[in-house]
């Protein structure tokens, strides 16, 4: 684990490294105020700011000379994103002046922050718990639009509060086996597991956690490689899908010779997209190794578009779950009916063409709707499957009549790994479950 | 210096502490209101129950008393939730009470090095450095020692209340003491008030039996304690009968005559134990509410109605009591009545259960919130351990979660303190399958006798028992039976050890108790197995000690809420820390954080 200390003046670039009309540059730390003050043209009001207020002026370099006109945002101790003194200055966005502020604040003797610092001061301030830390952390590196979307529902809680209602049901039942072992058989009413709550439950949480799937999809993008025979138009569509002549696209076969990579957008999926050369025997032996390639990268595609020539068919493989075969062409030749066809000359059928691809990449579970909670991180998918492995052997031993104290243990695990995912499920918990809930007690 | 060690109180906690105290060796005197009321059975005459009878079981363990007082004064037995798995499974007896309290004295009379006086404490003598040195007593006693168990159960300050009625009492027609929480209010301590109750008592030739069911304990009594394997007791049955929508209506009618729905009792009574009034408000569509009607001993027409306990007038206890069937023309003996007593929040304890404040000071039973002869026992012992630990200049026993439920309760205590009587519970013990009541003297034995108050005799009876279970498991493993060792087959959830009898008839060789816990660790063994996984994750947070002067203000980072309750617990270990309501697990990241940049002290 990486270790952060907390007592420095961390700086970094809140918006992306690139030109823009605005960037945003964020200071956090104790006496972060005093020493921009040293370098800024109201060093008065920037310090006497009061919380959560707006300073306008100039940051200076040592010579006093202007760098940029900038706003500064300051937040006291205790407000903020990281809870501790802080100041986010809004400038100017071009390259040359974010570059030359952060190497004042560097000469400054602040510290640029480590990825993910500021979000870690957050979060040990108690600003955030866990599972928004990890939703920061992807909001600030989500590739596209719907994948920001996602993060900003996670920071809501949506998330949170799908989670917290699974624990409640499973405290639920959890006290309504625990209540059986804390009092003897002859207190209380008869007992009978709440068999189907259980089962509904593990499906929830299986849901849940078949989301992260989807989740990753969004983060992380999928890769989508055009296959075909060659000469059969990829070229074409990699650049109308593109909308830029990127790849060399000629009518002599075997001109893609290795293959061409682009980042685009799908639906909202980020997307790496690859035009491959040909499949085909080829003596050639630079185009033989792009043959190669291609066959490899196919091997790791998350999707293989399969392009087949109206107009000469020949090779047409099977459609399978990572496969889809597309008719191109359609223009000249009319393709065989019910099957997938454009025309990358036209752009006739690209856009179903486009849904199909989104619609095969969320492999048909996702909604299309932005208000869908999905999970992203690997340690919040590992605890959803967790506490449904847990669940279900707890079903198991139910179904096989073991002893109740057992079946507590598998209930207590599963229990445990929903706390972690937003806070621990402690003894006084369940308790005041049982109390609440059952009227025990001679 | 008069006494090495002084116990005030004669109670459950008392009893163990003075003995302890006495038997590792320190001239200890018990000093008590009432010398004919020691060991008494102020509630239920009943010992064990779930978690219950473990605590039990753990106290006789590692040397204490309370297994012997109920093995030679019960009148039932019974082990509950046979069905629901041997982790809670636990032992429970009906006492005759008057046995109960005469042997406790006895013990007591006849212990080496203990001295017995009857007097009431009202203050104690406190050193320049903040050091215990002494009491006083009522009756102007100043009494030196070195160290002091403070057991005072229900009667410093203690209140009960009957309807309008209410007196300066512990229990019933017995004085309070008072004078001792004023003195230690104004010496700093944390004192609060707590509440609880207990039913009325009615004469057993008054009541119809026939319109009751009638509930008999096992055939076969077995003792809590590890030291003997038989007792041969005489056994009474127990009674069930219910309340009706009938009794619920005079209740409601009457609500507002209680002194807990009328405010005059301002101390938390505990939700588990509810009064029959709590019950009938709080669960107002349950038709009727079970009662057990329990022999209070042999020699006595005293019966105890339990699951009915009330502060309600006593007019008003004689109409629903006589609404019940069995009960219609029961003569109430002693009516129901609710206790409100002074406790001092244990959080100001360290898990030795000796005071933060005041240096030699332990503190046991109810005094720290709890309730139940059970729980009172185990802290009076630990107590008495730590308090002899100390005078030898030793370091303090202190049973982890995973070991004792007496670990558990202590640590729940002094970790996270108390708003109503804690009473024990198993679903507490987050590592119950490896808490069972059978295999205590497995866990403990070796710590009592380490402390000096455990006999070589329970080593050695300890030794011959591991060696004859292992036998056994020999035995099962050598025996094939179809495909499987019988060790195997034992296994499969519908086979028991009960089944081999006939076909291995040397297993007949060992007694009842070996053959039975074999069978639950075989059984259990996968799932412990499971368990420890759990405990290593628990043990690594237990075994970052910390420093009980760590100077937290000195420490960035720590939410205001948490850096004021860690500094009012002064936790031992970062799970401790974890434990304590209001931390955060942001605390616990800057606190793990400061303690690995060499912070941390090693005890």
């Not at chain 1, 100039?58 to 802080?86: F, M, N, Q, R």
């Not at chain 1, 959890?174 to 072992?181: I, M």
């Not at chain 2, 309070?176 to 929480?181: E, M, P, W, Y």
């Not at chain 2, 455990?454 to 050695?460: F, I, N, P, S, T």
Request: with cysteine; aromatic share 6%.
């Amino acid at each position: 684990m990486k270790r952060y200390v907390t007592d420095d003046i961390i700086y970094a670039l809140a918006t992306a490294w690139a030109q823009s009309a605005l960037a945003v540059i964020r200071v956090s730390g104790e006496g972060c105020r005093k020493l921009l003050s040293t370098r800024f043209s109201r060093p008065k009001a920037l310090l006497e700011a009061p919380n959560a207020t707006l300073v306008h002026g100039y940051l200076c370099d040592e010579g006093g000379k202007a760098i940029d006109e900038v706003v500064a945002a300051v937040y006291t101790e205790g407000h903020g994103y990281t809870k501790e003194e802080s100041v986010e200055f809004t400038c100017h966005g071009s390259l040359a002046v974010i570059k030359e502020l952060l190497a004042l604040f560097n000469r400054l003797g602040m510290r640029s922050a480590e990825g993910g610092e500021f979000t870690f001061r957050a979060f040990l301030h108690g600003r955030l718990d866990l599972t928004q830390a990890e939703a920061v952390q992807e909001l600030v590196s989500s590739q596209s639009q719907r994948s920001r979307s996602l993060a900003l529902g996670r920071l809501e809680g949506s998330l949170r509060s799908l989670i917290s209602d699974m624990k409640e049901q499973l405290l639920g039942i959890v006290a309504s086996v625990e209540v059986q072992l804390d009092y003897a058989e002859d207190e209380l009413d008869e007992f009978v597991f709440p068999r189907s709550k259980l089962v509904d439950l593990i499906k929830q949480i299986k849901d849940l956690s078949d989301t992260y799937q989807i989740g990753r999809l969004y983060r992380s993008g999928a890769r989508i490689v055009l296959a075909g025979s060659t000469n059969a138009g990829k070229s074409s569509l990699f650049n109308l899908l593109l909308k830029q002549e990127r790849s060399i696209v000629s009518p002599v076969r075997g001109t893609t010779r290795d293959y061409i990579e682009a980042d685009l957008d799908i639906h909202g999926i980020p997307v790496r997209l690859y035009d491959t050369a040909g499949l085909r025997e080829s003596n050639d032996a630079i185009e033989s190794e792009g043959i190669r390639r291609t066959e490899r990268l196919i091997g790791q595609a998350d999707l293989v578009v399969y392009l087949v020539d109206s107009t000469e068919l020949g090779h047409v493989p099977e459609e399978d779950e990572r496969t889809l075969v597309v008719y191109n062409k359609s223009d000249l030749v009319k393709p065989p009916k019910g099957r997938m066809a454009i025309s990358a000359q036209t752009g006739e059928g690209v856009g179903a063409l486009l849904t199909e691809i989104a619609k095969r990449l969320a492999k048909g579970s996702v909604s299309t709707g932005d208000e869908q909670v999905v999970i992203e991180s690997e340690r919040q998918h590992a605890l959803l499957e967790n506490a449904a492995q847990a669940l279900q052997r707890s079903l198991v031993l139910v179904d096989q009549d073991i002893p109740l104290d057992i079946t507590a243990v598998e209930l207590g695990e599963a229990l445990q790994n929903l706390g972690e995912l937003t806070g621990e499920v402690t003894p006084a918990d369940i308790l005041q479950k049982i109390f609440s809930g059952f009227c025990v007690g001679k | 210096m008069d006494y090495d060690a002084i116990v005030v109180g004669g109670g459950h906690a008392g009893i163990e502490a003075s003995l302890a105290l006495s038997r590792i060796g320190f001239s200890t005197l018990l000093i008590t209101q009432n010398l004919d009321t020691i060991g008494k059975l102020s509630c239920n005459p009943a010992i064990g129950g779930l978690s219950k009878g473990n605590l039990v079981r753990e106290v006789d363990a590692l040397g204490g008393e309370m297994a012997h007082l109920i093995d030679h004064s019960m009148i039932q037995y019974r082990i509950l939730n046979r069905r629901r798995g041997p982790a809670v499974q636990a032992p429970r007896a009906q006492a005759d009470k008057f046995t109960y309290a005469r042997l406790a004295k006895e013990t007591l009379e006849a212990q080496h090095n203990l001295a017995l006086f009857m007097d009431t404490v009202v203050d104690i003598l406190i050193d320049d450095h903040n050091r215990l040195v002494g009491v006083v007593t009522e009756r102007r006693h100043t009494i030196t020692c070195k160290v002091m168990v403070l057991t005072t159960g229900t009667f410093m300050e203690g209140r009960i209340f009957i309807g309008e009625y209410d007196a300066s009492n512990g229990r019933l027609d017995e004085p309070a003491a008072i004078g001792l929480g004023s003195a230690l209010r104004k010496k700093g301590f944390p004192v609060g008030r707590l509440k609880t109750g207990t039913p009325a008592r009615v004469r057993r030739s008054s009541l119809d039996f026939d319109q009751m069911e009638i509930q008999d304990g096992e055939e076969t009594m077995m003792p809590f304690s590890f030291d003997y394997d038989s007792i041969q007791r005489p056994a009474l049955p127990c009674y069930i009968t219910w309340t009706n929508e009938n009794t619920h209506q005079i209740i409601r009618q009457n609500i507002h005559r209680s002194p807990l729905y009328g405010g005059k009792i301002v101390g938390k009574g505990p939700r588990y134990c509810p009064s029959i009034e709590d019950k009938v408000v709080r669960f107002p569509d349950r038709e009727r509410h079970q009662i057990f009607v329990e022999p209070e001993g042999v020699g006595t027409e005293e019966m105890y109605l339990n699951g009915i306990s009330s502060s309600l007038p006593e007019e008003v206890q004689h109409a629903f009591i006589h609404s019940i069937a069995g009960l219609e023309h029961a003569q109430i003996m002693r009516p129901a009545y609710a206790v409100e007593y002074d406790f001092i929040d244990p959080q100001a304890l360290f898990p030795s259960l000796e005071s933060k404040l005041v240096e030699n000071l332990f503190i046991a039973g109810q005094t720290n919130g709890t309730s139940g002869y059970e729980e009172a026992a185990c802290q009076g012992l630990m107590a008495g351990i730590n308090a002899s630990q100390k005078l030898k200049g030793e370091k303090p026993l202190v049973l982890s979660r995973n070991e004792a439920y007496t670990g558990v309760l202590i640590d729940d205590l002094v970790t996270m303190g108390t708003q109503e009587p804690y009473r024990m519970f198993t679903s507490r013990a987050e590592y119950r399958l490896n808490l069972r009541h059978d295999s205590c003297d497995q866990r403990l034995t070796a710590k009592g006798f380490s402390v000096g108050l455990q006999k070589q005799e329970a080593l050695d009876r300890l030794k011959d028992k591991l060696a004859k279970m292992d036998a056994v498991k020999d035995l099962l493993r050598a025996r094939r039976l179809e495909e499987k060792s019988a060790l195997q087959a034992l296994r499969m959830p519908e086979v028991t050890i009960a089944d081999f009898l006939e076909r291995m008839p040397e297993l007949k060789a060992y007694e009842e108790p070996i053959l039975y816990q074999v069978e639950l660790d075989v059984k259990y063994e996968g799932y412990i197995n499971r368990q420890e996984r759990q405990i290593s994750r628990f043990e690594k947070l237990e075994s970052l000690l910390i420093d009980e002067n760590l100077d937290y203000d000195a420490i960035e980072g720590l939410s205001a809420e948490g850096k004021e309750k860690l500094k009012k617990v002064r936790p031992l270990s970062v799970g401790q820390a974890t434990r304590i309501n209001g931390v955060r697990n942001s605390d616990i990241a800057v606190l793990i954080v400061h303690l690995d940049r060499g912070g941390r002290h090693g005890r």
